[in-house]
């Protein structure tokens, strides 16, 4: 309304506006749908489509070969890929949480050097994922690494061990990298979430004889029910698709026993060439990794209500 | 010595009120802080170790480090694994391709998300909040699927191993992120200022450009910085999408350190350092805008 009139009355040289707001709007955010629709829609339903069809990466031309594809997945490794991605996501959504919650807690007591300490745990997070697999192939280095010396030396093991060599130990090994990576994000966002917790609810719970224990889960627990189960679920999502250090780390071995379904996508679409079949994996994936993005996004909604 | 005392004070005085649970909640105060501690203690080792182990590798001479027990503590100190990799020119062309593609990753991303974050802050149209959780969603899918295509995109365009295909593909990570942490950084300038610019004849453009933009320049500086941080981290497209001559440094690591008979543990580490350290340096200038940043998904954990 008033834009109409203010520009009815600048009739000496301002250009009468022919764009509504909201037609304005949408040109603003064209640049950025464009590039997204060309880097991310459409890869994506491409990358699906390839599961109906036999197709490689090196030679051209492909030929439609319907379901067949995802029948072999099924058939074949999706079972286990599941299982194997489960174990790690879960593992590396549970071991950051519980480090990243006690610290959160253990800093926000009264002990002095807790804003330091706050800033210097924050260290792991800022290293890039490869450089943290490099570091601990290092630290679990079957020869000359320092995880067997501090095993033996406590006495856990009695001789060194080669910790990527063997399936249980080698996922033991690439979840502990993730979660070495991972735990400070967590603290931080726990932090962040503890200082919503108000103070009075604490101090009439102690008046009324609530013990510690007893006051973090039936206060400081569902008051933070909203930040728990956002830092769990992106958690969850992120490592469902962790890529860097499964692949730096183990290369998905030994014999397969840490692949996911992120490496064993890119495995067979760029070492196995085979495109339908790294489709397959992914549309199977996709299936389930949607499920989450639309629990993440209606998540998302409830926090911002505007 | 005086600051040590007032800073006891406090502790002393809040246990002598009488209260009927006092003896409890002193045991209780003393639990919590004895617990305090074993968590910054075990979980602040796992932390910092292998952080230790990172430097002291480095500054360990060659010699030494194939070795078993290996020793905790370095009995001389060296620089050589640092001189090693300023003397391989190949580490210094990932350096610069790091460098290039991220810088302007982060400036491409910053212009095309202000618009974007703009429109999705200051106007109310139809479609508006569908358009804000595409973009959202946008960045959960896995990267290792969109490259089945995008490897397939860039060949028939002629890109493979060209800086554009790396700075178009770490758009699909960065460009959400920007967004949202832009959007809101406009949500808290006053609708009432750019009213008043309107009011007083300023076009939407011009509004735009000489008032919203300055005083979102710290938020366009920190989106800005958290998608270098992004680009300069990123392993699977660069991987992929470029050879060694445009390759960044993440896979250029690989390529140079892993794979050989004996890894070179002291150059590797000492790369490690040098390449974490723009990442670092970069987080402490964007310290005050981390909690915002998380929740838009700028930092994984």
Same mark, same amino acid.
């Not at chain 2, 050589?80 to 991303?109: C, E, H, K, Q």
């Not at chain 2, 969109?146 to 890109?159: D, R």
């Given at each position: 309304?008033?834009?109409?009139? +203010?520009?009815?009355?600048?009739?000496?040289?301002?250009?009468?506006?022919?764009?509504?707001?909201?037609?304005?709007?949408?040109? =603003?955010?064209?640049?950025?749908?464009?590039?997204?629709?060309?880097?991310? $829609?459409?890869? !994506?339903?491409?990358?699906?489509?390839?599961? #109906?069809?036999?197709?490689?990466?090196?030679?051209?031309?492909?030929?439609?070969?319907?379901?067949?594809?995802?029948?072999?997945?099924?058939?074949?490794?999706?079972?286990?890929?599941?299982?194997?991605? *489960?174990?790690?996501?879960?593992?590396?959504?549970?071991?950051?949480?519980?480090?990243?919650?006690?610290?959160?807690?253990?800093?926000?007591?009264?002990?002095?050097?807790?804003?330091?300490?706050?800033?210097?745990?924050?260290?792991?997070?800022?290293?890039?994922?490869?450089?943290?697999?490099?570091?601990?192939?290092?630290?679990?280095?079957?020869?000359?690494?320092?995880?067997?010396?501090?095993?033996?030396? $406590?006495?856990?093991? /009695?001789?060194?061990?080669?910790?990527?060599?063997?399936?249980?130990?080698?996922?033991?090994?690439?979840?502990?990298?993730?979660?070495?990576? +991972?735990?400070?994000?967590?603290?931080?966002?726990?932090?962040?979430?503890?200082?919503?917790?108000?103070?009075? =609810?604490?101090?009439?719970?102690?008046?009324?004889?609530?013990?510690?224990?007893?006051?973090?889960?039936?206060?400081?627990?569902?008051?933070? %029910?909203?930040?728990?189960?956002?830092?769990? =679920?992106?958690?969850?999502?992120?490592?469902?698709?962790?890529?860097?250090?499964?692949?730096?780390?183990?290369?998905?071995?030994?014999?397969?026993?840490?692949?996911?379904?992120?490496?064993?996508?890119?495995?067979?679409?760029?070492?196995?060439?085979?495109?339908?079949?790294?489709?397959?994996?992914?549309?199977?994936?996709?299936?389930?990794?949607?499920?989450?993005?639309?629990?993440?996004?209606? #998540? +998302?909604?409830?926090?911002?209500?505007? | 010595?005086?600051? $040590? !005392?007032?800073?006891?004070?406090?502790?002393?005085? @809040?246990? @002598?009120?009488?209260?009927?649970?006092?003896?409890?909640?002193?045991? /209780?105060?003393?639990?919590?802080?004895?617990?305090?501690?074993?968590?910054?203690?075990?979980?602040?080792?796992?932390?910092?170790?292998? $952080?230790?182990?990172?430097?002291?590798? +480095?500054?360990?001479?060659?010699?030494?480090?194939?070795?078993?027990?290996?020793?905790?503590?370095?009995?001389?100190?060296?620089?050589?694994?640092?001189?090693?990799?300023?003397?391989?020119?190949?580490?210094?062309?990932?350096?610069?391709?790091?460098?290039?593609?991220?810088?302007?990753?982060?400036?491409?991303?910053?212009?095309?998300?202000?618009?974007?974050?703009?429109?999705?802050?200051?106007?109310?149209?139809?479609?508006? %909040?569908?358009?804000?959780?595409?973009?959202?969603?946008?960045?959960?899918?896995?990267?290792? *699927?969109?490259?089945?295509?995008?490897?397939?995109?860039?060949?028939?365009?002629?890109?493979?191993?060209?800086?554009?295909?790396?700075?178009?593909?770490?758009?699909? #990570?960065?460009?959400?992120?920007?967004?949202?942490?832009?959007?809101?950084?406009? /949500?808290?300038?006053?609708?009432?200022?750019?009213?008043?610019?309107?009011?007083?004849?300023?076009?939407?453009?011009?509004?735009?450009?000489?008032?919203?933009?300055?005083?979102?320049?710290?938020?366009?500086?920190?989106?800005? *910085?958290?998608?270098?941080?992004?680009?300069?981290?990123?392993?699977?497209?660069?991987?992929?999408?470029?050879?060694?001559?445009?390759?960044?440094?993440?896979?250029?690591?690989?390529? @140079?350190?892993?794979?050989?008979?004996?890894?070179?543990?002291?150059?590797?580490?000492?790369?490690?350092?040098?390449?974490? !350290?723009?990442?670092?340096?970069?987080?402490?200038?964007?310290?005050?805008?981390?909690?915002?940043?998380?929740?838009?998904?700028?930092?994984?954990?």
């Amino acid at each position: 309304m008033t834009e109409a009139i +203010s520009s009815s009355q600048k009739t000496t040289g301002a250009k009468p506006r022919r764009l509504s707001d909201g037609m304005f709007a949408f040109l =603003l955010t064209v640049p950025g749908l464009a590039l997204l629709l060309a880097v991310v $829609v459409y890869p !994506l339903i491409t990358a699906l489509v390839t599961a #109906f069809f036999r197709q490689s990466l090196v030679t051209p031309g492909r030929e439609f070969v319907g379901l067949q594809n995802i029948v072999d997945v099924l058939q074949g490794d999706f079972f286990r890929l599941l299982g194997q991605t *489960l174990v790690f996501t879960l593992g590396t959504t549970i071991a950051p949480f519980v480090i990243g919650f006690g610290l959160a807690l253990a800093l926000s007591t009264k002990i002095r050097g807790t804003k330091v300490l706050r800033g210097v745990m924050l260290i792991p997070w800022l290293i890039p994922g490869v450089v943290v697999s490099f570091l601990w192939m290092w630290i679990f280095n079957a020869n000359y690494g320092v995880m067997n010396a501090l095993l033996e030396g $406590v006495g856990l093991i /009695d001789r060194p061990q080669a910790w990527l060599a063997h399936p249980t130990t080698a996922m033991i090994a690439v979840i502990v990298a993730k979660t070495w990576q +991972s735990f400070p994000w967590m603290m931080v966002m726990l932090l962040a979430g503890l200082q919503t917790v108000p103070h009075e =609810l604490h101090e009439a719970a102690e008046i009324d004889g609530a013990g510690t224990v007893r006051r973090f889960f039936s206060i400081t627990v569902p008051q933070m %029910r909203g930040i728990i189960g956002l830092v769990l =679920l992106l958690e969850f999502i992120w490592n469902f698709q962790h890529f860097d250090i499964i692949y730096v780390l183990t290369g998905g071995g030994p014999a397969g026993a840490t692949q996911t379904f992120a490496t064993a996508v890119y495995e067979t679409a760029f070492t196995g060439f085979d495109l339908g079949h790294a489709g397959a994996i992914g549309l199977l994936w996709m299936i389930l990794l949607l499920g989450l993005v639309v629990v993440y996004v209606r #998540f +998302s909604e409830r926090g911002e209500k505007r | 010595m005086t600051a $040590v !005392l007032e800073q006891h004070a406090p502790a002393t005085t @809040t246990t @002598t009120p009488p209260a009927p649970h006092r003896r409890r909640l002193r045991s /209780d105060r003393r639990a919590v802080k004895v617990s305090a501690w074993i968590a910054i203690v075990v979980f602040g080792g796992f932390a910092l170790l292998p $952080v230790y182990w990172l430097l002291a590798t +480095s500054l360990t001479p060659r010699t030494q480090v194939f070795s078993y027990p290996p020793r905790l503590f370095p009995s001389e100190i060296t620089f050589d694994a640092y001189a090693a990799l300023a003397a391989n020119p190949a580490l210094f062309g990932y350096l610069r391709n790091s460098i290039v593609v991220s810088v302007i990753t982060a400036v491409l991303s910053v212009i095309v998300s202000a618009y974007m974050g703009y429109a999705f802050s200051k106007f109310r149209y139809r479609g508006r %909040r569908s358009l804000m959780y595409f973009v959202l969603a946008s960045q959960m899918f896995p990267q290792a *699927l969109l490259l089945i295509t995008l490897y397939a995109v860039f060949s028939a365009y002629g890109l493979l191993n060209t800086y554009t295909a790396l700075v178009l593909s770490f758009t699909t #990570f960065t460009l959400p992120l920007c967004v949202w942490m832009l959007k809101g950084f406009f /949500d808290t300038i006053p609708d009432e200022l750019i009213e008043a610019a309107r009011v007083d004849g300023a076009s939407r453009l011009r509004i735009i450009h000489s008032i919203v933009m300055p005083l979102a320049a710290p938020g366009l500086v920190a989106a800005g *910085l958290f998608a270098f941080v992004r680009g300069w981290n990123d392993f699977i497209f660069a991987l992929t999408l470029a050879g060694p001559d445009k390759q960044t440094l993440p896979p250029g690591l690989v390529n @140079t350190f892993i794979g050989e008979a004996s890894t070179a543990w002291p150059e590797l580490m000492a790369a490690s350092l040098v390449v974490s !350290l723009p990442v670092a340096i970069a987080f402490i200038a964007l310290q005050r805008y981390l909690v915002g940043g998380l929740t838009a998904g700028a930092v994984k954990g």
